[in-house]
């Protein structure tokens, strides 16, 4: 489960973040971190340890000689939806992954970063929990998905669930860093008031590599001849710091 962190719009925030390894040997390596969700690109992220906002080298970090990351977040100004935090910590042999949700002092309506999907492209069906608040009529832009349990929304926090027909994903235009489609556009219609528009993507409807009888097939755009591919069997996708992660060469026909 991921940590919560609040913030405010476009107000330089300052999250710390404790180097206190388990073993009594020094350990070095390399942090990574990213925001994930559907306005990323607008938030500033720096650390204190390097001038690459996005990488960070410790080295000797000890039981008896801790040491502290902070990392400074300034938001987009206007209204966002909640964000990820993501922290990706590499010591030689040990990769370890922490989450940290984004969110606002007073926020209603989306509480997830993303959808999440089941039910196959095909016949899509997208959940993610949902203040309420008071309650109130949901409405869903769009004539691809519709709400599976109708339209009104009992007061407090609840999981929205839709359904979608099928191309409902593929008629996504719009697409978030990570190459997740977005889902359509939700509003929260009451007798006197409107709240909203909330617009977060699909996880798991980014690109994906699969891999049949040794053949890798590769969706277009994902890489290009001669690119490198680094593969691990969990987490989320990170360009390794160092030599330790397994890597996958690809030739000319990028299989």
């Not at 089941?118 to 769009?142: M, R």
């Not at 890798?216 to 680094?230: F, M, N, R």
Request: hydrophobic letters at 35%.
């Amino acid at each position: 489960m991921a940590r919560r962190g609040r913030v405010l719009r476009g107000e330089l925030q300052v999250i710390s973040l404790n180097l206190e390894p388990e073993g009594v040997m020094p350990v070095s390596g390399w942090i990574q971190m990213r925001i994930e969700g559907s306005r990323s690109q607008e938030w500033v992220l720096s650390t204190d340890c390097s001038d690459l906002p996005e990488t960070c080298r410790f080295d000797g970090v000890a039981q008896s000689e801790t040491s502290v990351l902070d990392i400074s977040i300034t938001p987009p100004e206007g209204n966002f939806s909640n964000h990820l935090l993501k922290v990706l910590v590499e010591v030689s042999g040990f990769e370890v992954e922490h989450e940290i949700l984004l969110h606002e002092f007073s926020s209603r309506g989306l509480i997830g970063p993303f959808w999440s999907l089941s039910g196959g492209l095909d016949k899509p069906i997208i959940c993610t929990n949902f203040d309420a608040g008071d309650g109130g009529n949901i409405f869903v832009e769009g004539a691809y998905w519709e709400a599976m349990n109708g339209s009104n929304l009992t007061s407090g926090i609840q999981e929205l669930c839709l359904r979608g027909n099928s191309g409902a994903i593929q008629s996504s235009e719009i697409f978030d860093s990570q190459g997740r489609s977005f889902g359509p556009v939700v509003f929260l219609e009451r007798e006197n008031s409107t709240e909203g528009p909330w617009l977060i993507s699909i996880d798991g409807s980014e690109p994906s590599i699969q891999v049949t009888d040794g053949q890798w097939k590769i969706p277009t755009g994902v890489v290009s001849s001669g690119d490198i591919l680094t593969h691990s069997d969990r987490g989320s996708p990170f360009c390794p710091s160092s030599e330790i992660a397994a890597q996958v060469e690809l030739g000319g026909t990028g299989q």
